[in-house]
């Protein structure tokens, strides 16, 4: 039997083993609920810049239409609603129908105090109040229209060269999560994988036909195509959620980000995939994982804060130094393109290193998994499984 | 053929084999028996590669093992083990696939052998819904769905209750009168007397024993000669007590000889005493030869 199809024959078990796992289902279920779920919930909690004010007794038409185009220029609405009695429009108030009621064009009638609705309606009636004001002091209509222009309003100069920066910023939080949790959960079914091969004995009758080599390599890669599975339907998952919360700032760099993604996730997945399956071939009780797996929990632990400090703080030379780390590199890339400082050699730099890693990470593995996966008799230590024989 | 020449392995302080030479002609059944801890799993493992031996040869039909004679091998392992939660024809067609065979051969196959040993209606069933003897059966299936030329067995009987011996001696049976190499281990003596033309025996990781179970028999010089007496007129115990005694007692002795000149001498001896009524010359059993070379 050659290497290849030794390799594609446990390649297809495992890949399907994987699919059509209850936890795998689950988890995408779960991913898919949270993220839909968060979507809409923001749709519907954040407060849409809908401003709905009534009108009772006398208010200047200007002071209303001075109104609504300040709120449009900040890419609001204004709905305006005229009442007939004070009680009318106490009623809409305490319903929730209206935000606020100006009267007689003097008062602003809430119900709580309300300081960011007064500083946005008051200017238009003060403005308003003051012309008429002006055309009762005798000015005729072109001397008051020469003293308001000197009124005009600020314009705003921005010193931050990127408006989407915010956003930019957290697409890399996220893109840091979603790569790592995808990276963990496909790690660890790895581990699992071995394991139950381990301690089942399943193990010694698949390695009385292929290599363990073989084994290994089929297994590393079902297990990561189907990470690469999950990692896609999350991906869609959060690219549907910005549709629902109806942001505008799915970024013209996506496309990039795609790319960059997938290669990150299968190094990272080479990375921490590979130990985690060489620690698994360890232990031979589920008992003894989590304790086998104590290095890789802590190293991944201390990736993923690297990353997400540099998703934040993206410009500190700190978070430019940490992204180069290999272990780092494959959660932490995507986000610094998505923010937009990554320099062509800060990329060459981490990938290659992150590629180099994993070679190495991998063919260490692969002797380690060798070495100590037929021996179902007890736990090994991570030096003594190199040096071992069979 | 088979064939290990002078096969070491050592694990720490343990020599698991100390030179093994043994053969396994096709169409053949050998018995490999021996204490626990004599060598027999470590010699079966060396086949498969799963233990690197420290030195020795182990060829098939004269040209050493390669990758490719081992997908013609099959394996029982003595540590049984399969995948819990997958269907068992699922299963069974997984490891012919990694022995070489097709998808839709091996599926036809798994089918075809899972039928015939009697688990026909639970062919979807996952491995774990299954009963201990039926476990047994699939782990049977599994080491020879893909129709091995050499069969290697650690301790198939192990677990089997009284039926599933009986079938399993037939199928082995079955198996070499198709041509195929059988090389099993077991500790039930009287089972691999019962199956087996030849028998290797090893104790202490060196074989002390090999060959055809008559050629054994032969070159062993014990013997057993059961003499009864109904109405002795001397207890037979005490005219027989200058002689080596399996068993005494007043009206039957069983006396241990080294060779077939005794015999007549014997005979006299016991029609001294009265009518004889029981005179049986046995060959040695597998367990007194064992006895004899395991020592």
């Known amino acids: 039997m050659r290497s290849s199809d030794a390799i594609r024959i446990v390649f297809q078990r495992e890949i399907r083993t994987r699919l059509a796992s209850s936890a795998f289902r689950i988890g995408i279920a779960i991913t898919l609920l949270v993220v839909l779920a968060g979507a809409t919930a923001i749709r519907v909690f954040s407060s849409e810049d809908e401003t709905k004010l009534g009108l009772l007794g006398d208010n200047p038409p200007a002071a209303v239409e001075s109104l609504r185009q300040s709120i449009e220029l900040s890419g609001g609405t204004l709905e305006i609603t005229e009442y007939d009695s004070r009680d009318d429009a106490v009623a809409a108030l305490e319903a929730g129908d209206i935000d606020g009621v100006v009267v007689d064009g003097s008062e602003l009638l809430v119900e709580q105090s309300s300081p960011d609705l007064l500083s946005q309606v008051s200017p238009a009636w003060q403005t308003a109040n003051l012309v008429d004001g002006l055309a009762t002091t005798g000015l005729d209509d072109a001397q008051v229209a020469s003293a308001l222009g000197h009124a005009a309003p600020l314009t705003m100069t921005e010193l931050d ?69 999950q990692m896609a339907v ?57 304790a086998a797996m104590t290095p890789v929990t802590i190293l991944s632990m201390l990736a993923y804060f690297a990353s997400i400090f540099a998703a934040t703080a993206p410009d500190e030379t700190a978070s430019r130094i940490v992204t180069s780390i290999p272990f780092v590199v494959p959660f932490a890339l995507p986000g610094r393109i998505a923010v937009g400082n990554l320099t062509w050699w800060e990329g060459m730099i981490g990938v290659g290193g992150a590629i180099v890693a994993a070679g190495l990470l991998l063919s260490l593995a692969a002797r380690i998994y060798t070495r100590s996966v037929l021996h179902t008799d007890r736990r090994i230590g991570w030096r003594e499984a190199w040096s071992l024989g069979r | 053929m088979l064939q290990i020449t002078d096969l070491t392995k050592r694990f720490g302080e343990v020599q698991a084999a100390d030179g093994v030479t043994l053969s396994v002609p096709k169409g053949r059944i050998v018995g490999f028996v021996g204490p626990n801890g004599a060598g027999k799993s470590t010699t079966m493992r060396s086949i498969f590669g799963l233990v690197d031996p420290d030195g020795g040869t182990i060829t098939w039909d004269g040209r050493p093992l390669g990758p490719d004679d081992r997908s013609r091998f099959g394996y029982m392992p003595e540590q049984r083990g399969l995948y819990a939660k997958m269907g068992i024809v699922e299963q069974t067609a997984y490891f012919a696939r990694l022995k070489g065979r097709s998808a839709s051969d091996a599926t036809a196959r798994a089918t075809e052998l899972l039928t015939e040993l009697g688990l026909g209606d639970r062919l979807d069933d996952p491995l774990e819904k299954l009963s201990h003897g039926n476990q047994q059966r699939v782990q049977l299936a599994v080491s020879l769905v893909h129709e091995p030329e050499l069969a290697v067995l650690d301790e198939p009987f192990n677990g089997l209750d009284p039926l599933a011996v009986a079938r399993l001696e037939e199928f082995l049976a079955t198996l070499a009168a198709n041509g195929t190499a059988v090389l099993f281990s077991s500790h039930q003596l009287d089972l691999v007397e019962k199956i087996c033309q030849d028998v290797v025996i090893i104790a202490a990781g060196r074989v002390r024993a090999a060959g055809s179970l008559d050629e054994l028999r032969s070159s062993s010089g014990r013997r057993h000669v059961t003499i009864r007496v109904e109405r002795p007129l ?40 009265g009518q004889v009524s029981v005179f049986s010359y046995e060959p040695p059993s597998l367990g007194d030869i064992f006895e004899e070379v395991a020592r």
């Not at chain 1, 690219?239 to 290669?263: E, H, R, T």
């Not at chain 2, 002689?243 to 001294?272: G, H, K, M, P, Y």
Request: aromatic share 6%; net charge negative.
């Open chain 1, 161 to 229: 060269v990127d408006p989407d920066r915010d956003a930019r910023q957290g697409i890399a939080a996220v893109s840091v999560i979603v790569l790592f949790v995808t990276v963990q959960m496909t790690g660890a079914f790895i581990m699992m994988s071995v394991l139950e091969e381990k301690s089942s004995k399943v193990v010694e009758l698949l390695l009385s036909s292929i290599s363990a080599r073989d084994l290994l390599i089929g297994k590393l890669l079902g297990s990561g195509l189907a990470g690469l599975v």
């Open chain 1, 234 to 290: 999350i991906i869609g998952a959060l690219l549907v959620g910005i549709q629902i919360v109806g942001s505008d700032v799915i970024p013209d760099f996506s496309g990039w980000m795609f790319v960059a993604a997938v290669g990150c996730y299968l190094l990272g997945y080479l990375l921490f995939g590979s130990i985690m399956a060489a620690g698994a071939a360890l232990v031979s009780r589920q008992e003894d994982a989590q």
């Open chain 2, 234 to 273: 001397e207890p037979l115990s005490d005219l027989f007590a200058g002689q080596r005694l399996s068993s005494a007692s007043t009206r039957e002795v069983v006396v241990d000889i080294d060779d077939e000149s005794e015999l007549d001498a014997l005979l006299a001896t016991a029609r001294s005493a």
